[in-house]
Every structure is written in C-alpha cells, then in structure tokens.
C-alpha cells in the first residue's frame, strides 16, 4: 500500500538504468569520472545517478505526505511561504547597547523582520566588563550588557509586543531574559506578550561551542527552570532553541549535526518531564531549533526535511505527545560562519546566497543570512545591507516560495533525506545506549566523533580533495582589503564607567538579598526565574547573578579534549 | 642519549570558545612527532605562561577568534619574560585583521596564521625556525 513507485516503473527503471549503465561503459573511455569519489562537503558518498528504484521501499501517505500533516516532511504548515515568508532575522550587536540599538533600528528600517542578538564574550560566559577575565573582549564580539540598564538602552524604542527577539545566550540565559521580562514590565508589556527566543542550549556549548559556567547536570535544571517558568507566564516564549548550528561550525558532519541536535533535544524533553513533572503537551510546541546552513546544497536541504521527520516520530513515538503541534520542529536557519573564506570576500556573497536558498527549500521558519565581512570582524552596515537584501532576493524575486517543498519526489532529494535519517538514528541509538547525553559529554564522545571530522576535512582541504574557491584553487596573489568595522577601546572604557555608576546608585542591601534568596532557590530547587526577575530588577549585575550558580553548582572546565 | 622530543602547547587565551582550528592543529603537531599539550578554552594568560614553564614547552600556539588577541597576546609574551622564559617562541592565529601584525610581531610574537593558512605551512615554519630550547 502507498508505494512511491509501481512494481511497473520500478522493472521499466531498472531495464533502462541497466541500459543507461552499459553506454556509460562505453563513453566513460572518452571523458572518465574527473573525481575517484563524489561525495559531499560532509563526505557522505554520491551516486553518479538517482532512479525510482533508489525509493522504491518509501511509502508515499507514511513517509512524504502532505505539507502540515504528520510526519511533517513537507513542512509544519500546510500553507507553505505563501501564507507568510520566513521571518528575516539578522543576528546584530557589537559594542554598547546604544551601538546595537542604532544597528538593530536600522536593520528594522531595511526590511528585517525580527530581531536576533549577539553578545560579547563577557556576557555569553557570564562575567561583568569590569571582570580580569574580560579584559579586552568588551563589545568585541556582540554586545556587552552587565545590567537592565544597560538592556533597557539596548531595546529603547523596540516594540517589544510586536517585534520578536532572539537572544544567542546560553548559561546565563535565565539572567538575560529575567531582564528582558523585567523591561516589558517597566515598559508597560504583560509577559503574556512578548515573544521571542532564547538559545539556552547547554548541551551543545559542551559538545561545540565552548561557553559554560556549570556542569552539565546542573545546566540542564536550570534550563527546566526556564521550560517551567515559561510555560506558566510567557505563553509566547520559545525557551530552548535547540541548535547544531555550532555543532556544526565546531566540524562536524552534517548527519552529526542532526543526530546530536536531535538528541539534545530528546535530553531536555526528559528533563522536564522528569524533573517537572510537566506533561509534554504543554511545552513541547514551544520548543524550537536552530541548524546551519552550509554550502552542500542538496545535503542541506535533506538534513532540514530530515530533521521534520524524525522529530514528530520522536514526539509521537518516544514521548506520546498527543498535539500535533508537539511533533512539529520548527527551526531557524545560519548560513554557515565556517564556509566563508578571508580570501577573496565578495565570494562570500555568492555562498551566502546558495546556502540561504538550501535553508529556503529546506523550509526554514526564520533565517540570518551571513555578511560577507564576518569572517573578518563583525558586519558593516553596508554588508550586513547586501545580507539581508539576499534574503528579500530569494524571497521576492526568485519564485521558489511560489509552491511549498517544491523538491520533493526528486528521487536524489527523497533518498538522501532517507539516508541521512538513518545514519542520525544510528547516532541517536548509541546516545541511548550510552545513557544520554549527558553521559556521552562525559565520555567525549561527541567531543571526539567531531574533532575527528574536522581533522578530516581540514586534510582534504590541505590536499586539494575538497576545493575552496580561492583558498586552495583560484588563488589570487593581490588582494584588496575590504573596509572592516572596528571597534573603539573606549567602548569598555564607557562601559566600565556605566557599571561603577550603576553598583554606586543602587540600593546594595536590596541586592544581597536578592541573591541571597536566589542561591536558597537554587539549592532548594525552586525555580530560579522569579528570583533572577527580582534581582534584576533591583540592578544586580550579571555576574553576580551567574556567581550565584557557580557558588550553588560548580564550574566546569574545558577538559581539552582533541 | 635519546634526543629530547620537541614541546608543543596549544592554548586557547581569552573567553572565547572557537575551539576548531586549536584542536585540529593539536592533532596536527601530534600527528607530525611533537609532544603536544593543549589547555582547552578559555585560559588567562597567566594560566597559560605558568603552565607553558611548568611543562617546559620550546613553542606556545595561541588561538583566537574573539578579536580580543591585541591584548592576550603580547600579555603572554610578556608574563613568559617575566618568568625568565623568553626563549619559549609563541605564534599565533586566529581571525587577526593584517594591520594587527606589525602590533603583535613588535610584542614578540614570531608568526601569524590567519584563515586559509595551510597545516603543512605551519609545521614548515616550525621545521624551519623552532630552535628546542636549551
């Protein structure tokens, strides 16, 4: 039943392939195969040519479907980009609050459609610019924000019932949205309005991107924390952004993307099923994903459908959730950092271009498209201009959002979305049989399995088997220099100014108290959100916050692990 | 008596967690014959030039791609004199603009490797230029 092709085709199939592979014979004398090995940027090998026979054990109803119908490979909503484009969101910040709050109103006038957050260094690891740890990383690297002063510069003249906000923040996560709540509150927004994301995956910062302030147990509560508080009061709030996106840029594959991705996910679900006590329904929906982009267009495009099919059956199967929206993976998509090359720029343009339209055919709900610049240093206004209008292109101009999921019963498209969803359950299995993810952290092992990958690449790169136009083919010997931001040494100066300001006007003994009841909540198990809101409010700084968890849970450290 | 084996620490000055290019490089060196010692992210420049004397290294690699390495770097340099260590050569690389090396060369920094850089460049350099300290 539901069979992609007749036993009829597949017969016709197979007498014409066979055919078609006896001239092959004959031709391949004149111009041979330019390569031994075809495969993708992530090595998974390729076929000279795809056939119905290559589907012929897919079942149409079960396996492809309808867009908004179980199991989703077509896309969540029946109506495609026709109903409404994916949300143009550019992820902005560099230097101070009012540096990003200028960037972010600018990108607003230039058509962006969301909002999406980069903080500095200091900030993503929890410390305050007057830290010795922070010295001079202030607003290198995003945005630096060590109190909700400087958070209410940041979204001054925002919105904040009407544009959503993504924030890239992971442990302290619950710190900077306690601050985002508190300023709805001071600019008059009920919680039950705000949309918006925050990242707060710490699963992956183990495994890839390397900020963390806790170890992974206590991570992973405070994150239920967050999924609980959520839940209860900022209905509109997606507070897990579940990525691979640096999972990948770390040098994994892109079937070790999906599979790790995916698997941290099935760790948070578990967590606040088990620590929480929540019913899946009731927070699953809000649960988002994050994948990169990279330049293997059909690759990206397979792992993205892919990702859809897996998911609902994880929902469905593992977890027995009964709304169809718990089965839905709804993800925003990067173009890939790591693609990019120093050398010959404007190229980057053209990359960012194709791998925006593989996040496009992939079905993306939300995608930032990269500046040619940020391999460099962060975007000009000018580049990050040219990024976005790449996306308004696809949009606009090209047509592929005139039909929904328009490559599907592609006999290519449709057998390699299947051979990466096996290779990813194979993944996942042995997740679970090392005991989850916490316990593979532990061990290394998705540590290792990506460092071996990138190792890997890295030599096919060095001995010409992968090429990168103008790194190890096309090279030029003169090149010109592109203008690039910089930022201002008097950026942390002015910053350190603000803070000392700040710890000067505020009420200190308010302060203590507040942390004082935050470190009860953590060591009581309460949920820390309303304390974070609290002492927030009261002008506690960030660091102060996160020391709290250190002192409560523990720091990790980077094992060094290669 | 058997030639002592060249020393090599990767280190990840600074908060910042691009850790790739670090641990592929380690591989690298490891898989080209040197002992190789990498700290893992997130190393002040003091951990690093104690634990640079501490394990006798003859070369430092630093890493980073925060735009922070106008300072960590030459700190580097400067914490190794200090300890009576500046025969250890220190190199770096990492997303670094070119009108920053001049800055990092007169700190005493003896290489840059920026993107593209290939592995085999970079142990040709070392080949060619790492004296194993005394």
Same mark, same amino acid.
């Given at each position: 039943?539901?069979?992609?092709?007749?036993?009829?085709?597949?017969n016709?199939?197979?007498e014409?392939t066979k055919?078609w592979e006896?001239?092959?014979a004959h031709s391949?004398?004149? &111009?041979?195969?330019?390569?031994?090995?075809?495969?993708?940027?992530s090595d998974?090998e390729?076929k000279?040519?795809?056939?119905?026979?290559?589907?012929?054990d897919a079942?149409?109803?079960?396996?492809?479907?309808a867009p908004g119908?179980?199991?989703y490979?077509?896309g969540?909503?029946?109506?495609?980009y026709r109903?409404?484009?994916?949300?143009?969101?550019? $992820? &902005?910040?560099?230097?101070?609050? #009012?540096?990003?709050n200028a960037?972010?109103?600018?990108?607003?006038r230039?058509?962006?459609t969301?909002?999406s957050?980069?903080?500095?260094f200091?900030?993503?690891?929890?410390?305050?610019?007057d830290s010795?740890n922070a010295r001079?990383?202030?607003?290198?690297?995003g945005?630096a924000?060590d109190?909700?002063?400087?958070f209410?510069t940041?979204?001054?003249?925002?919105?904040?019932d009407?544009v959503t906000?993504?924030?890239?923040?992971n442990?302290p996560?619950s710190?900077?949205?306690?601050m985002y709540?508190?300023?709805?509150?001071?600019?008059?927004?009920?919680l039950s309005?705000?949309?918006?994301t925050i990242?707060?995956?710490?699963l992956k910062e $183990?495994?890839?991107?390397?900020?963390?302030?806790?170890p992974?147990e206590p991570?992973v509560r405070?994150?239920?924390d967050t999924?609980?508080?959520?839940?209860?009061y900022?209905?509109k709030?997606n507070?897990i952004?579940?990525?691979?996106y640096?999972i990948?840029?770390?040098?994994?594959?892109?079937?070790?993307?999906?599979a790790?991705?995916?698997?941290d996910?099935?760790e948070y679900?578990?967590?606040a099923?088990?620590r929480k006590?929540?019913?899946?329904d009731s927070?699953?929906?809000?649960?988002s994903f994050?994948?990169? &982009?990279h330049?293997? $267009?059909?690759?990206e495009?397979?792992k993205?459908r892919?990702?859809?099919?897996?998911?609902a059956?994880?929902m469905k199967?593992r977890f027995?959730a009964?709304?169809p929206?718990?089965?839905?993976?709804? $993800?925003?998509?990067?173009t890939?950092g790591?693609?990019?090359?120093a050398?010959?720029?404007?190229?980057?343009?053209?990359?960012t271009a194709?791998e925006a339209l593989?996040?496009?055919?992939?079905g993306?709900q939300?995608?930032?498209?990269n500046?040619?610049?940020?391999?460099?240093a962060l975007?000009s206004e000018?580049?990050v201009?040219? #990024?976005?209008?790449?996306?308004q292109?696809?949009?606009e101009e090209?047509?592929?959002?005139n039909?929904i999921?328009?490559?599907?019963?592609?006999?290519?498209i449709?057998?390699l979305?299947?051979k990466?969803?096996?290779?990813?359950w194979?993944?996942?299995?042995?997740?679970?049989?090392?005991?989850?993810m916490i316990?593979a952290i532990?061990?290394?092992?998705?540590q290792?399995?990506?460092?071996?990958a #990138?190792?890997?690449f890295?030599?096919q790169?060095?001995h010409?088997e992968?090429?990168?136009v103008g790194?190890?083919k096309?090279?030029?010997?003169?090149?010109q220099p592109i203008p =690039?931001?910089?930022?201002d040494e008097?950026?942390e100066?002015e910053?350190?100014k603000?803070?000392a300001?700040?710890?000067r006007?505020?009420?200190?003994r308010?302060?203590?108290?507040?942390l004082?009841?935050?470190?009860?909540a953590?060591?009581?198990?309460k949920?820390?959100?309303p304390?974070?809101?609290?002492?927030?409010k009261d002008?506690?700084?960030?660091?102060e916050?996160?020391?709290?968890y250190?002192?409560a849970?523990?720091e990790?450290?980077d094992p060094g692990?290669? | 008596?058997a030639?002592?084996?060249i020393? =090599?620490?990767? #280190?990840k000055?600074?908060l910042?967690?691009h850790d790739r290019?670090a641990?592929?490089?380690?591989r690298?060196?490891r898989d080209?014959?040197?002992?190789?010692?990498?700290?893992?992210c997130h190393q002040?420049?003091?951990? =690093?030039a104690?634990?640079?004397?501490?394990?006798?290294v003859d070369l430092?690699?630093?890493?980073?791609?925060?735009?922070?390495h106008?300072?960590?770097?030459?700190?580097?340099?400067?914490l190794?004199?200090?300890?009576g260590a500046?025969?250890?050569t220190?190199i770096?690389?990492?997303i670094?603009?070119d009108?920053?090396?001049?800055k990092?060369?007169?700190?005493?920094i003896k290489?840059i490797?920026?993107?593209?850089a290939?592995?085999?460049s970079?142990l040709?350099? =070392?080949k060619?230029?790492l004296?194993?300290?005394?």
């Amino acid at each position: 039943m539901g069979s992609y092709f007749s036993d009829d085709t597949v017969n016709k199939s197979q007498e014409l392939t066979k055919k078609w592979e006896d001239e092959v014979a004959h031709s391949v004398v004149q &111009s041979p195969d330019q390569k031994s090995r075809w495969s993708t940027v992530s090595d998974l090998e390729i076929k000279q040519l795809y056939t119905p026979e290559d589907i012929k054990d897919a079942d149409f109803a079960r396996d492809i479907g309808a867009p908004g119908e179980f199991p989703y490979l077509r896309g969540n909503q029946p109506t495609g980009y026709r109903g409404r484009y994916w949300t143009f969101r550019m $992820f &902005s910040g560099m230097g101070s609050a #009012a540096d990003t709050n200028a960037r972010w109103h600018m990108l607003l006038r230039e058509g962006q459609t969301g909002l999406s957050t980069a903080f500095d260094f200091p900030t993503l690891m929890g410390y305050d610019t007057d830290s010795p740890n922070a010295r001079g990383e202030c607003g290198r690297c995003g945005v630096a924000i060590d109190t909700l002063d400087d958070f209410l510069t940041l979204v001054d003249k925002i919105p904040l019932d009407k544009v959503t906000t993504s924030m890239t923040i992971n442990p302290p996560a619950s710190v900077l949205w306690a601050m985002y709540c508190a300023a709805a509150d001071k600019k008059g927004v009920p919680l039950s309005k705000i949309g918006g994301t925050i990242q707060n995956d710490m699963l992956k910062e $183990f495994i890839a991107q390397k900020t963390f302030m806790c170890p992974p147990e206590p991570s992973v509560r405070i994150i239920s924390d967050t999924v609980e508080f959520g839940t209860k009061y900022v209905p509109k709030w997606n507070t897990i952004s579940i990525s691979g996106y640096h999972i990948r840029e770390a040098g994994s594959t892109a079937v070790q993307e999906l599979a790790f991705t995916l698997r941290d996910g099935i760790e948070y679900v578990e967590d606040a099923i088990r620590r929480k006590g929540m019913d899946v329904d009731s927070f699953a929906p809000r649960l988002s994903f994050f994948f990169n &982009s990279h330049i293997d $267009f059909f690759e990206e495009i397979c792992k993205m459908r892919a990702a859809r099919r897996i998911w609902a059956h994880v929902m469905k199967e593992r977890f027995h959730a009964k709304n169809p929206r718990s089965w839905w993976l709804r $993800f925003h998509t990067q173009t890939a950092g790591c693609s990019l090359t120093a050398q010959q720029p404007y190229n980057n343009v053209v990359r960012t271009a194709i791998e925006a339209l593989a996040g496009v055919l992939g079905g993306t709900q939300s995608l930032h498209t990269n500046s040619l610049d940020e391999v460099l240093a962060l975007p000009s206004e000018h580049s990050v201009q040219i #990024a976005l209008r790449t996306q308004q292109i696809i949009a606009e101009e090209t047509g592929v959002a005139n039909t929904i999921d328009p490559l599907a019963g592609s006999y290519f498209i449709e057998s390699l979305t299947n051979k990466m969803e096996e290779e990813a359950w194979k993944y996942i299995t042995k997740i679970d049989e090392m005991g989850g993810m916490i316990a593979a952290i532990d061990k290394g092992f998705p540590q290792l399995e990506i460092a071996d990958a #990138a190792y890997r690449f890295q030599k096919q790169i060095d001995h010409n088997e992968k090429v990168m136009v103008g790194v190890n083919k096309y090279v030029t010997s003169e090149e010109q220099p592109i203008p =690039i931001l910089q930022i201002d040494e008097k950026v942390e100066q002015e910053q350190l100014k603000r803070l000392a300001d700040i710890k000067r006007r505020r009420d200190s003994r308010a302060v203590s108290t507040d942390l004082n009841d935050l470190k009860n909540a953590c060591t009581t198990g309460k949920n820390v959100m309303p304390y974070c809101i609290k002492a927030v409010k009261d002008m506690a700084t960030l660091q102060e916050i996160c020391d709290v968890y250190r002192e409560a849970f523990g720091e990790y450290r980077d094992p060094g692990l290669f | 008596m058997a030639e002592r084996r060249i020393r =090599i620490m990767v #280190a990840k000055p600074g908060l910042d967690g691009h850790d790739r290019g670090a641990r592929i490089l380690a591989r690298a060196f490891r898989d080209a014959g040197y002992e190789v010692i990498y700290t893992g992210c997130h190393q002040t420049p003091e951990q =690093i030039a104690a634990a640079a004397v501490q394990e006798d290294v003859d070369l430092v690699g630093l890493s980073c791609l925060s735009g922070a390495h106008g300072y960590l770097f030459p700190r580097v340099v400067e914490l190794l004199k200090e300890k009576g260590a500046e025969d250890i050569t220190v190199i770096g690389g990492g997303i670094i603009p070119d009108q920053d090396f001049q800055k990092l060369y007169d700190a005493g920094i003896k290489a840059i490797f920026t993107p593209g850089a290939t592995l085999d460049s970079i142990l040709d350099w =070392i080949k060619n230029n790492l004296k194993p300290r005394e």
